[in-house]
T-cell receptor, first 112, second 112 residues
Framework: KNQVEQSPQSLIILEGKNCTLQCNYTVSPFSNLRWYKQDTGRGPVSLTIMTFSENTKSNGRYTATLDADTKQSSLHITASQLSDSASYICVVSTKTGNQFYFGTGTSLTVIP | DTAVSQTPKYLVTQMGNDKSIKCEQNLGHDTMYWYKQDSKKFLKIMFSYNNKELIINETVPNRFSPKSPDKAHLNLHINSLELGDSAVYFC???????????FGSGTRLTVV
Protein backbone atom coordinates (compact mmCIF):
# COMPACT_ATOMS: atom_id res chain seq x y z
CA LYS A 1 0.00 0.00 0.00
CA ASN A 2 1.35 3.41 -0.96
CA GLN A 3 1.77 5.52 2.14
CA VAL A 4 3.69 8.53 3.38
CA GLU A 5 4.30 8.93 7.08
CA GLN A 6 5.85 11.92 8.79
CA SER A 7 7.32 12.40 12.21
CA PRO A 8 7.12 14.00 14.61
CA GLN A 9 3.50 15.04 14.38
CA SER A 10 4.33 18.30 16.12
CA LEU A 11 7.47 20.01 17.31
CA ILE A 12 8.25 23.07 19.40
CA ILE A 13 11.74 24.57 19.29
CA LEU A 14 13.46 27.73 20.44
CA GLU A 15 14.31 30.39 17.92
CA GLY A 16 17.81 29.92 16.55
CA LYS A 17 17.87 26.16 17.11
CA ASN A 18 18.06 23.53 14.39
CA CYS A 19 15.53 20.78 13.80
CA THR A 20 14.97 17.79 11.54
CA LEU A 21 11.68 16.50 10.22
CA GLN A 22 11.30 12.95 8.93
CA CYS A 23 9.35 11.44 6.06
CA ASN A 24 9.12 7.70 5.39
CA TYR A 25 7.33 6.38 2.35
CA THR A 26 6.31 3.11 0.74
CA VAL A 27 5.28 4.64 -2.58
CA SER A 28 6.29 2.70 -5.68
CA PRO A 29 7.38 3.21 -8.38
CA PHE A 30 9.02 6.31 -6.99
CA SER A 31 9.29 9.41 -9.14
CA ASN A 32 10.12 12.31 -6.84
CA LEU A 33 9.60 13.69 -3.36
CA ARG A 34 8.66 17.23 -2.47
CA TRP A 35 8.62 19.14 0.78
CA TYR A 36 5.99 21.82 1.17
CA LYS A 37 5.60 24.52 3.80
CA GLN A 38 2.06 25.45 4.74
CA ASP A 39 1.55 28.59 6.80
CA THR A 40 -1.63 28.79 8.85
CA GLY A 41 -4.53 29.74 6.63
CA ARG A 42 -2.48 29.49 3.46
CA GLY A 43 -1.90 26.93 0.76
CA PRO A 44 1.22 24.74 0.71
CA VAL A 45 4.31 26.25 -0.93
CA SER A 46 7.02 24.08 -2.45
CA LEU A 47 10.42 24.10 -0.70
CA THR A 48 12.35 21.39 -2.53
CA ILE A 49 11.91 18.59 -5.03
CA MET A 50 14.15 15.54 -5.06
CA THR A 51 14.43 12.83 -7.67
CA PHE A 52 15.74 9.31 -7.29
CA SER A 53 19.37 10.24 -7.98
CA GLU A 54 19.57 13.19 -5.60
CA ASN A 55 20.75 12.75 -2.01
CA THR A 56 20.77 16.34 -0.76
CA LYS A 57 19.24 19.59 -1.86
CA SER A 58 19.31 22.95 -0.11
CA ASN A 59 17.05 25.96 -0.26
CA GLY A 60 18.41 28.63 2.03
CA ARG A 61 18.19 27.38 5.61
CA TYR A 62 16.26 24.29 4.47
CA THR A 63 18.18 21.15 3.51
CA ALA A 64 16.39 18.05 2.32
CA THR A 65 17.95 14.61 2.12
CA LEU A 66 16.74 11.51 0.37
CA ASP A 67 17.72 7.89 0.86
CA ALA A 68 15.95 6.01 -1.91
CA ASP A 69 17.16 2.66 -0.60
CA THR A 70 15.52 3.03 2.81
CA LYS A 71 12.75 5.23 1.40
CA GLN A 72 13.38 7.99 3.86
CA SER A 73 13.68 11.73 3.54
CA SER A 74 14.45 14.42 6.05
CA LEU A 75 14.08 18.17 6.10
CA HIS A 76 16.65 19.98 8.21
CA ILE A 77 16.01 23.56 9.24
CA THR A 78 19.02 25.54 10.38
CA ALA A 79 18.94 28.53 12.73
CA SER A 80 15.17 28.51 12.97
CA GLN A 81 13.18 31.72 12.81
CA LEU A 82 9.74 32.57 14.09
CA SER A 83 8.51 32.62 10.50
CA ASP A 84 9.39 28.95 10.17
CA SER A 85 6.34 28.15 12.29
CA ALA A 86 4.14 26.21 9.89
CA SER A 87 3.12 22.74 8.80
CA TYR A 88 5.63 20.87 6.67
CA ILE A 89 4.18 18.34 4.27
CA CYS A 90 6.03 15.59 2.45
CA VAL A 91 4.58 14.57 -0.93
CA VAL A 92 5.72 11.56 -2.93
CA SER A 93 4.71 10.99 -6.53
CA THR A 94 4.80 7.88 -8.68
CA LYS A 95 6.06 7.42 -12.20
CA THR A 96 2.76 6.04 -13.35
CA GLY A 97 -0.69 7.55 -13.32
CA ASN A 98 0.29 10.89 -11.86
CA GLN A 99 -0.38 9.73 -8.32
CA PHE A 100 0.59 12.04 -5.47
CA TYR A 101 0.68 10.80 -1.90
CA PHE A 102 0.60 13.35 0.89
CA GLY A 103 1.93 12.87 4.38
CA THR A 104 -0.10 14.23 7.29
CA GLY A 105 2.52 16.85 7.98
CA THR A 106 4.60 18.03 10.91
CA SER A 107 3.44 21.09 12.77
CA LEU A 108 6.45 23.18 13.73
CA THR A 109 6.25 25.99 16.28
CA VAL A 110 9.26 28.23 16.81
CA ILE A 111 9.13 30.20 20.05
CA PRO A 112 11.26 33.19 21.05
CA ASP B 1 -0.61 39.19 -8.80
CA THR B 2 -2.13 36.10 -7.22
CA ALA B 3 -1.12 32.95 -9.10
CA VAL B 4 -3.93 30.69 -7.90
CA SER B 5 -6.90 32.48 -6.40
CA GLN B 6 -9.90 30.94 -4.68
CA THR B 7 -13.12 32.58 -3.64
CA PRO B 8 -14.55 32.79 -1.13
CA LYS B 9 -11.90 32.43 1.55
CA TYR B 10 -14.50 31.57 4.16
CA LEU B 11 -17.92 30.01 3.65
CA VAL B 12 -20.42 29.27 6.41
CA THR B 13 -23.66 27.68 5.33
CA GLN B 14 -26.48 25.51 6.58
CA MET B 15 -26.94 21.82 5.92
CA GLY B 16 -28.78 21.07 2.73
CA ASN B 17 -27.67 24.19 0.89
CA ASP B 18 -25.86 24.22 -2.45
CA LYS B 19 -22.66 26.24 -2.74
CA SER B 20 -19.84 26.86 -5.18
CA ILE B 21 -16.15 27.62 -4.73
CA LYS B 22 -14.34 29.30 -7.59
CA CYS B 23 -10.71 28.88 -8.61
CA GLU B 24 -8.67 30.73 -11.17
CA GLN B 25 -5.00 30.49 -12.11
CA ASN B 26 -3.01 32.97 -14.18
CA LEU B 27 0.11 30.81 -14.57
CA GLY B 28 -0.82 29.34 -17.92
CA HIS B 29 -0.85 25.86 -16.36
CA ASP B 30 -2.62 23.02 -18.11
CA THR B 31 -3.67 21.05 -15.05
CA MET B 32 -5.82 22.03 -12.10
CA TYR B 33 -6.83 20.18 -8.97
CA TRP B 34 -9.14 20.26 -6.01
CA TYR B 35 -7.93 18.95 -2.67
CA LYS B 36 -9.76 18.54 0.62
CA GLN B 37 -7.81 19.05 3.84
CA ASP B 38 -9.40 17.48 6.86
CA SER B 39 -9.10 18.44 10.51
CA LYS B 40 -5.92 16.40 10.82
CA LYS B 41 -4.31 18.44 8.04
CA PHE B 42 -4.37 15.53 5.62
CA LEU B 43 -4.65 16.61 1.99
CA LYS B 44 -6.68 14.32 -0.22
CA ILE B 45 -7.15 14.79 -3.94
CA MET B 46 -10.71 15.06 -5.18
CA PHE B 47 -10.49 15.98 -8.86
CA SER B 48 -7.97 16.87 -11.50
CA TYR B 49 -8.56 18.49 -14.88
CA ASN B 50 -6.06 18.67 -17.70
CA ASN B 51 -6.95 21.13 -20.45
CA LYS B 52 -10.59 21.15 -19.34
CA GLU B 53 -10.76 17.35 -19.37
CA LEU B 54 -11.40 15.38 -16.18
CA ILE B 55 -8.46 13.04 -15.58
CA ILE B 56 -8.68 12.20 -11.89
CA ASN B 57 -11.94 11.64 -10.08
CA GLU B 58 -11.37 10.11 -6.71
CA THR B 59 -14.12 8.54 -4.67
CA VAL B 60 -16.09 11.55 -3.55
CA PRO B 61 -19.86 11.85 -3.20
CA ASN B 62 -21.58 12.79 -6.42
CA ARG B 63 -22.85 15.85 -4.57
CA PHE B 64 -19.46 17.31 -5.53
CA SER B 65 -19.23 18.36 -9.15
CA PRO B 66 -16.27 20.15 -10.70
CA LYS B 67 -16.71 22.43 -13.67
CA SER B 68 -13.93 23.74 -15.89
CA PRO B 69 -15.15 26.38 -18.37
CA ASP B 70 -11.57 26.90 -19.59
CA LYS B 71 -8.16 25.71 -18.54
CA ALA B 72 -7.64 28.71 -16.26
CA HIS B 73 -10.71 27.97 -14.15
CA LEU B 74 -11.85 25.00 -12.11
CA ASN B 75 -14.90 25.57 -9.96
CA LEU B 76 -16.29 23.19 -7.36
CA HIS B 77 -20.01 22.94 -6.83
CA ILE B 78 -21.41 21.11 -3.82
CA ASN B 79 -25.06 20.10 -3.54
CA SER B 80 -26.97 19.27 -0.37
CA LEU B 81 -24.14 20.16 1.98
CA GLU B 82 -23.58 17.91 4.98
CA LEU B 83 -21.80 18.50 8.29
CA GLY B 84 -18.99 16.20 7.18
CA ASP B 85 -18.22 18.46 4.25
CA SER B 86 -16.74 20.99 6.66
CA ALA B 87 -13.07 21.29 5.77
CA VAL B 88 -10.58 23.47 3.98
CA TYR B 89 -10.65 23.03 0.21
CA PHE B 90 -7.55 23.83 -1.79
CA CYS B 91 -7.32 24.50 -5.47
CA UNK B 92 -3.96 23.90 -7.15
CA UNK B 93 -2.46 24.02 -10.60
CA UNK B 94 0.60 22.59 -12.31
CA UNK B 95 2.30 22.74 -15.70
CA UNK B 96 1.17 19.22 -16.34
CA UNK B 97 0.99 15.76 -14.93
CA UNK B 98 3.91 15.05 -12.63
CA UNK B 99 4.95 18.67 -12.15
CA UNK B 100 4.86 20.49 -8.83
CA UNK B 101 1.81 22.29 -7.63
CA UNK B 102 1.04 25.90 -6.95
CA PHE B 103 -1.69 26.02 -4.34
CA GLY B 104 -4.38 28.57 -3.69
CA SER B 105 -4.83 29.92 -0.18
CA GLY B 106 -7.79 27.66 0.54
CA THR B 107 -11.48 28.01 1.26
CA ARG B 108 -12.62 27.15 4.76
CA LEU B 109 -16.08 25.65 4.49
CA THR B 110 -18.16 25.32 7.64
CA VAL B 111 -21.50 23.56 7.47
CA VAL B 112 -23.81 24.20 10.42
Amino acid sequence: KNQVEQSPQSLIILEGKNCTLQCNYTVSPFSNLRWYKQDTGRGPVSLTIMTFSENTKSNGRYTATLDADTKQSSLHITASQLSDSASYICVVSTKTGNQFYFGTGTSLTVIP
Amino acid sequence: DTAVSQTPKYLVTQMGNDKSIKCEQNLGHDTMYWYKQDSKKFLKIMFSYNNKELIINETVPNRFSPKSPDKAHLNLHINSLELGDSAVYFCASSRGLGYGYTFGSGTRLTVV
